[in-house]
Each structure stands twice: as C-alpha cells, then as structure tokens.
C-alpha cells in the first residue's frame, strides 16, 4: 500500500493548479557549475533541446548561461530562432534540419549550423550569398553511431566543399562534432574506437585545409565519466536538468547534481471503498481489503506514462505509493489505505528530488523499463512551468 519517508520536501506548489512542474532554475546554475568544474579546460553548451527537456527554454537557458555554460545547442532551427528572439546572445548550434528551411534568418540572427549532408551545406552557402554573410557551420560527422553525420565519400565531399567555401570567405567551419553510441558505457569498446575515428577524421580535415575553432563528442555522460572526450567543448544534455546520464554508475547527488524539476498535483477527491472495488478502466486493480481512493487529475495527456498502470511512483503526505490501475487521459487512482487522512486539495508528488525523499524521475523511468530523459521531456503542455530561484 505505502511506505512512510522522514525527509523534508521542498516548497509545495501553488494551490488551486490540477498539476504544474516546478523548475529550479538555481538548481540547472549550480548543475552547470558541476559540470563546467569536470570539463577542465572544455567549454560547456548547455543542450536545451526539446523546451529545454521539458523544462522551459529561455528560463532554463540563461539560468545555464548564469551557471557558466559559454554555449547553447538545440537539436531544431525553431528554437534557437526563440532564443535570439528572446535576446540570449550567447553562441548557439543548431543541428538537426530538413530542406527547405529557412538558413537566411538563421544567419541573420547569428545562429551557428550544423552541416551533415550535401543538400544542407549547399543551402547554406546559398543562404551565405543571399545574405552577404559569413556562415558559421559545424560539420558532424557520424564515427560509429549510424544515424545523423557524415561519413565515407559524402565526408570527403564535404571537407572539399568547406575547405573551398572557407577560403572564399562564405563559411567559417567553428566546429567538428559527433556523438556517441555508449557514452552511458564507458568501458564499451565503441567509446575508445569512436573517439579515434573521430580524431582520424579531423587528421583529414585538417589536410585539405579545414582545422575547426572547437572539437566537440561528450555528452552528459561522457563529460561525467570520460576526460579523454573533453576537447574543446562538451555537450552535456539531461545532467543540466539534474538527471544522472549512467544512474547503474552514480546517481545525481554523486556527481554534485540535483532535480530541476519537481512534477505535481493535488487530490481532486478521497472516497471510501469497500474490498473487492475494481478500480479505473478495466479494473486491472482491484481493492482487496476496505480503503480510500484518491484521485489525481493527471494522466497521459499530462506526460503521465499509460503503461505506469499500477507501477508508478507516487507520494501524498510523505508516504509512497504506486498508481492504483490505468492511467487514464486526464486521471489516475491511488490506494491511500484505510488509514490515511489524505484530503481533497492535498500535494501529490509524481516525481521530485530524490535527496528529498520523493519519487524521481529516475524511479519512474525504472519503474516502467525506459530512461529519465523520456520522464521529464513527456510532461505535456496542459501542465504549467513555474519557474523559480532564478531570472523566470
């Protein structure tokens, strides 16, 4: 049914709300700092990809600029279109595009790009002389991961094409990139094997004239965990927002990190229930001794995993519970027990910091066989950000 924790919980959330996501904004500062302090001579991109992993872009943005990321990355145009339109000035790669988008404004606004195949680096150039400026590109080249970069004969063609266009002063190569298949692995032989491909790559850069301003491979994982990967610049991703990267090596709190983001609701009813009460769809749970039932007006159109069905973790009044049958589009259940004096209005934590004693992310992510990342990049758009402990 539950179990009782001692620890304090942070601040509870704004009342009157059916659910929010608290995001401390000090606590993505302090966990750029941790990571800038493993980096050692490597700048820090903060990737604030995907809404800032569910977190909030510009929020989350300028609270990794206070906590001394020199870099931002999105994997999207769209969003690093956002930042510069909400004033954050900071050097920022764009990776991820389709044909046909639009590279003129992203000149214009300064936006660095990411080049990978012939078709991109061919609108870049274009966009280059419409524009009259100079493209600041990062090639990515794929070193064993198989899905986005460069390689064999369209990388040749590439270095050709950026080594020509650099020297007429169209493009500016600032970076050569690539990413890892096992970061989350270190002693995997793809770890080592990757990072020499990735330096015999920029060996044949650099004969036909393209030598990059920074080198960039490490992820979270990697910037946690492997040194050897730093070069210039790493990327760290989900460890920004306080998330261990490789939780069978170490979870948060190891490695000087803690949750951002604490996902909440509150009790919308507590009712009486006989034994034998099947509960939600299908009545997959059944109540096997008399009790209470608390409802939470959260489901899967909130980010709530459907296939949390009876596994997820949740705490009401500091004592833990799992979901009590299917999560449904806007609720789901709890088995409180005949003892609980749980009300109407009461916080629910779904998950939160872990040094608090609340349910995390990562327990979510154990619990329904998937990774935290999915965890907080689900939370859906009808649950509200609250930011706080920084510039909101």
């Not at 970069?149 to 050709?160: I, V, Y």
Request: proline residues 6%.
């Amino acid at each position: 049914m539950s179990t009782a924790t001692t620890s304090t919980t942070p601040a509870p959330a704004p009342p009157g709300l059916p659910a929010c996501a608290q995001v401390d904004l000090s606590a993505i500062s302090s966990n750029v700092a941790a990571l800038k302090a493993r980096a050692g001579s490597a700048e820090v991109m903060a990737v604030v990809k995907a809404d800032a992993y569910g977190h909030g872009l510009v929020p989350s943005a300028r609270a990794a600029l206070r906590g001394g990321a020199t870099w931002l990355g999105v994997a999207q145009l769209p969003e690093a279109v956002e930042l510069r339109r909400a004033a954050v000035e900071a050097p920022l790669l764009s990776w991820l595009h389709v044909p046909g988008q639009d590279f003129t404004e992203a000149l214009e606004l300064g936006i660095d790009l990411g080049v990978s195949t012939t078709w991109s680096l061919d609108q870049v150039l274009a966009a280059a002389a419409t524009t009259g400026r100079t493209a600041r590109v990062h090639l990515k080249v794929d070193t064993g991961l198989g899905r986005n970069g460069a390689w064999d004969a369209d990388l040749a063609d590439l270095l050709t094409t950026l080594a020509s266009s650099q020297a007429d002063g169209a493009v500016d190569v600032v970076g050569l990139f690539s990413h890892f298949a096992y970061a989350d692995a270190p002693q995997h032989p793809t770890v080592r094997a990757q990072q020499e491909r990735f330096e015999g790559i920029l060996e044949q850069a650099a004969r036909v004239g393209v030598e990059p301003q920074v080198r960039h491979l490490a992820n979270s994982a990697a910037t946690l965990t492997n040194p050897s990967a730093h070069y210039d610049l790493v990327r760290p991703g989900v460890s920004v927002y306080g998330l261990s990267p490789v939780p069978d090596l170490g979870a948060p709190g190891d490695f000087g990190l803690r949750e951002a983001m604490r996902l909440v609701s509150r009790l919308s009813s507590v009712k009486d229930s006989p034994a034998g009460q099947g509960v939600s769809y299908g009545h997959v749970y059944t109540t096997t001794e008399p009790t209470k039932l608390g409802l939470v007006p959260m489901g899967y159109s909130d980010g709530v995993p459907r296939h949390a069905t009876s596994v997820g973790p949740v705490q009401v009044g500091g004592r833990r519970y799992a979901v009590a049958g299917r999560v449904c589009m806007d609720q789901f259940v709890l088995d409180l027990g005949a003892d609980s004096t749980a009300r109407a209005g009461d916080e629910v934590v779904l998950f939160g910091v872990g040094a608090a004693g609340e349910p995390t992310a990562q327990d979510w992510a154990a619990a329904i066989d998937t990774i935290n990342y999915e965890i907080v990049t689900r939370v859906g758009a009808r649950v509200p950000r609250i930011h706080v402990g920084g510039d909101q």
